[in-house]
């Protein structure tokens, strides 16, 4: 397995403003994901941070509201732009094994005022 | 369009009983189905796993039953315990997409002591 952290685990914004939200992984790994949770709700995959090229984004998901980097194999970055109230939900990462098994980070609760 | 139906919502058992949680899918591609345990506040937590060669598979007191035929899969949790108290989801995917998962909406599981 895979140990993940992300950071901030929390934050509260105001609406308009951007947060980024960081990915750490102990290991090199090829795959890495960025989910959404809305509070009670399943997971939603919003995009596969590949390393050296731009994000892979799922339907209902664009570049330019949840920017991604990722920079080497062991880190991403997911940013929020300009943030409404509707972005008020729990982001995660998590990162894929060669085994096809998916871990997660702690996840990120963000509040949008 | 929902790719995995999970049921029920919810489930409240007495310690010691066996609850069961359903999964079924539609996509014949998918052939890689993790089970995860989420607590408030944590990210989900990879469970056990299955893949469509076997019918069954155990780790500890949590089991996945798998039917190919019928596109269904469940997680029995023996001799249950208040600390199995969780919300589990149910995944499916094809590996050839390098872990690209659709998560069922969730079972909410209480365990009465």
């Known amino acids: 397995s895979a140990v993940i952290s992300q950071k901030p685990s929390r934050d509260i914004c105001q609406r308009g403003t951007s947060l980024t939200i960081q990915c750490q992984v102990d290991?090199?790994?090829?795959?890495m994901f960025w989910y959404r949770q809305q509070p009670g709700q399943s997971l939603t995959l919003i995009a596969t941070a590949n390393q050296g090229s731009e994000a892979t984004y799922e339907s209902g998901f664009v570049i330019d509201k949840f920017p991604i980097s990722r920079p080497n194999l062991t880190f991403s970055t997911l940013t929020v732009s300009n943030m409404s109230p509707e972005d008020s939900s729990i982001y995660l990462c998590?990162?894929?094994?060669?085994?096809?098994?998916?871990?997660f980070g702690p996840g990120t609760r963000l509040t949008v005022t | 369009q929902q790719q995995v139906k999970q049921s029920p919502q919810s489930l409240i058992v007495q310690k010691g009983g066996i609850p069961i949680i359903n999964c079924a899918y539609e996509?014949?591609?998918?052939?890689?189905f993790p089970w995860y345990q989420q607590f408030p506040g944590k990210g989900p937590a990879l469970l056990i796993a299955?893949?469509?060669?076997?019918s069954e598979k155990k780790e500890g007191r949590f089991t996945i039953s798998f039917n190919k035929s019928a596109k269904q899969f469940s997680l029995h949790i023996m001799d249950s315990q208040p600390g199995d108290s969780a919300t589990y989801f149910c995944?499916?995917?094809?590996?050839?997409?390098?872990?690209?998962?659709?998560f069922g909406t969730g079972t909410s599981l209480t365990v009465i002591p």
């Open positions: 299955i893949r469509p060669d076997v």
């Open positions: 998590s990162v894929g094994t060669e085994d096809y098994e998916q871990y």
């Open positions: 996509n014949t591609a998918f052939d890689y």
């Open positions: 290991s090199q790994v090829t795959m």
């Open positions: 995944a499916a995917g094809p590996r050839d997409t390098g872990n690209q998962f659709y």
